[in-house]
Structures are given as C-alpha cells and as structure tokens.
C-alpha cells in the first residue's frame, strides 16, 4: 500500500485508475483497506475540487416527482389548484411556506433543498 494524498489532477486520475483495480476486493484483506482509504481520498478531493452546488429547488421537486412516478396533477390539494401547480412548476410564481412544508412531507424533500436561493412569499 502506497498512499499518498491527492494534490493534483494527475494524482487524482491514478487513484482513480488504482481504486478501478482493486474496487472488488475482499473488506477484510489489505487491498480491502487500500480501496477504502483511497475512495475516502479521492471523496476529499472531488468535494474540494468538483464541489456539487446544491439543486434549483423547482428541478429537485420535478425529479423527485418523476422518481414516485408523480403527475402534476398529484400536486393539485398539496399547492394548490391545477393552475397554481402549473404557476409554480414553470417560475410564474414562488414557494410559500405551507407548499413548502406540504412537499417536504408530501416527497420526503428537505426544506432546506427547498428553500436554497429562493425567496419565500408568505401566505
């Protein structure tokens, strides 16, 4: 095992290629250990490097509806009528504290993801 940290992009790619290699290895055995440490390595360095900002709110509710197998029409009750849904859905018009509240309960999305960069009209 020769661990290093990953300080450049060329080091990121070996570990990438090396962590291929060994990625099935037994959990219990050295090489086990080797993959572990490395993923826990190269984690650190995509977080540093490839930060993943966090999603529009709107998109996060429209995958997170596909991924129930939701219509636009299942949001009708929890936001509001089929044209608010639709208001909502396509940036006419914003989030309010209740909807978001509802969604959060409704698709099991944080509020958080919810209310990132997005300004909240109160009801």
């Given at each position: 095992m020769?661990?290093?940290p990953i300080k450049s992009e060329k080091d990121y790619?070996?570990?990438l290629q090396r962590l291929h290699v060994i990625f099935d290895a037994p959990?219990?055995?050295?090489?086990g250990d080797e993959a572990e440490?490395?993923?826990m390595l190269i984690e650190n360095y995509?977080?540093?490097?490839?930060?993943?900002?966090?999603?529009?709110?709107i998109e996060a509710i429209k995958i997170r509806m596909e991924e129930l197998n939701l219509r636009q029409k299942d949001l009708i009750g929890i936001i509001g009528g089929k044209s608010r849904v639709?208001?909502?859905?396509?940036?006419?018009?914003?989030?309010t504290v209740d909807m978001i509240r509802e969604l959060e309960r409704l698709l099991d999305?944080?509020?958080?993801?919810?209310?990132?960069?997005?300004?909240l009209v109160k009801k």
């Open positions: 020769n661990l290093k790619q070996n570990a959990s219990e055995s050295k090489l440490i490395l993923s995509e977080n540093e490097h490839y930060p993943i900002e966090a999603p529009d709110p639709s208001e909502i859905l396509n940036r006419k018009k914003k989030l999305i944080s509020a958080s993801v919810l209310v990132i960069n997005y300004d």
